[in-house]
């Protein structure tokens, strides 16, 4: 419970803009922490988070050289998968040597399908060089007979999970190549076919709980990024059922946006203490209490890494604490029901809240002060997931956005279904007209 009354006049944290900037320039410009060569294959959602921070902050004309960010568009398309997609890396790229006997060791990914195409909106890249009919028609055999999609397709066969997640970046693919357009288009003088939006649906519906949540499928305990991705995805092919949607005749889900709104208001909390319950990101096996996240990793508490130093940052060694570390809890959002704040649920949840046209049922101010006064890291910059840790790109990043969509005006205007600055979004009406798609 918070010591201070809302009218108290303490002065509410700032953004150190100076240091953030600085540490994406790190991370662009050296090497990351060794945590993060286990992601080397997941390079372009690496790509994704530093580009759009950087783009966030305002520095993505002046930290990267204009030769730098031509590089790397070309590193993107670098990534293009012949077959229609992207791949995460190039690094399973086969090149003259690739053949049917290698080919299921370099398929092209969902995920870093929609990280690329979103990395080139960021960039302001036209899109002229995606391989548009290509990714359309393999997007097409990425989804499954009961409407959700897989990751990667191999031997024809459809692998990887089957979650909102995939369901997400499926919706932004389709999104960002189809504009609002129905039913079968043409290119290149050739008919593609729409996905099976109903199917897909009927997938986010039944994955809905009693309480209001979505969860990752049925019968499982629901998840603010579950609840994200599966609004974000249906927001994206125009089935969102709002309080104030009139009803078109589609299938539309959620099927009581009035219990998603409760659900998601009850995720803020003043909670912080990371010894409590500690939630997961997208997780089907939940660490023990004894046990802390860092770097993708589950590490127990106090445990050292391979060079000798702390694993993860003990809360009570944070540096560059503020009056606010004492005075103030702040309210966070959590990602499941009796769960610690975590910075990343800011935007996961407040997020939610925006794509339902309803930001205001929390407390946005609230939410500034758990991130600029409590997980933003006062020496390093950037974001840590609990108060206490050190930064890394996935809170870091989701810290940024949740602070754009919580009135930072600091930030770039964030478009919170799709993750990115309005700005990049807004550059897609002129890309869908040099298509001659449909744009409203």
Known sequence: MAILNKDDSLVEPHLDKARHIKYWTRCLKTFLPHQYTGNDSNRMYLAYFIISALDLLGALKTVPSEQERQDHINWVYRCQHPNGGFRMWPGTDFGELSNESNAPYDPANIPGTYFALATLLIYGDDLSRVQRKDCLKWLQRMQRPDGSFGETLVKGQIEGGSDSRLGFCAAGIRHILRGRTLGPITIDGETIGDIDLDGFVKCVQMSESFDGGIADE????????????????????????????????????????????????????????????????????????????????????????????????????????????????????????????????????????????????????????????????????????????????????????????????????????????????ERLPAIWRSWQVEVD
């Not at 092919?237 to 709002?242: K, T």
């Not at 802390?292 to 702390?310: C, F, N, R, V, Y």
């Not at 004492?326 to 990343?344: E, F, P, Y």
């Not at 046209?357 to 950037?382: F, M, N």
Request: charged letters at 20%; a negative charge.
């Open 218 to 425: 049925p019968f499982h305990e629901p998840q603010a990024g579950y609840t994200f991705c599966s609004l974000g995805a249906l927001a994206l092919i125009g089935r969102l059922n709002r309080p104030d949607s009139h009803d078109s005749g589609s299938p539309r889900a959620p099927v009581d946006p009035l219990r998603v709104l409760d659900w998601l208001v009850w995720r803020q909390t003043e909670l912080t203490d990371p010894d409590a319950e500690l939630d997961t990101e997208f997780n089907t096996t939940e660490a023990a209490p004894d046990h802390q996240h860092a770097e993708g990793k589950h590490i127990t508490k106090g445990a050292m890494s391979p060079d000798g130093l702390p694993a993860k940052q003990s809360p009570e060694k944070t540096v560059g604490g503020s009056i606010f570390d004492l005075l103030v809890d702040g309210a966070g959002m959590n990602g499941r029901t009796n769960k610690v704040a975590d910075t990343c649920y800011a935007f996961w949840a407040g997020a939610s809240l925006h794509i339902l046209k309803a930001p205001s049922l929390c407390d946005q101010s609230a939410i500034r002060r758990y991130l600029l006064g409590k997980t933003q890291h006062g020496v390093l910059g950037g974001f840590g997931k609990f108060p206490g840790d050190l930064p890394d790109l996935y809170h870091s990043y989701l810290g940024l956005a949740a602070l754009s969509l919580a009135g930072s005006d600091e930030l770039k205007p964030l478009d919170g279904g799709m993750c990115l600055s309005k700005e990049a979004r």
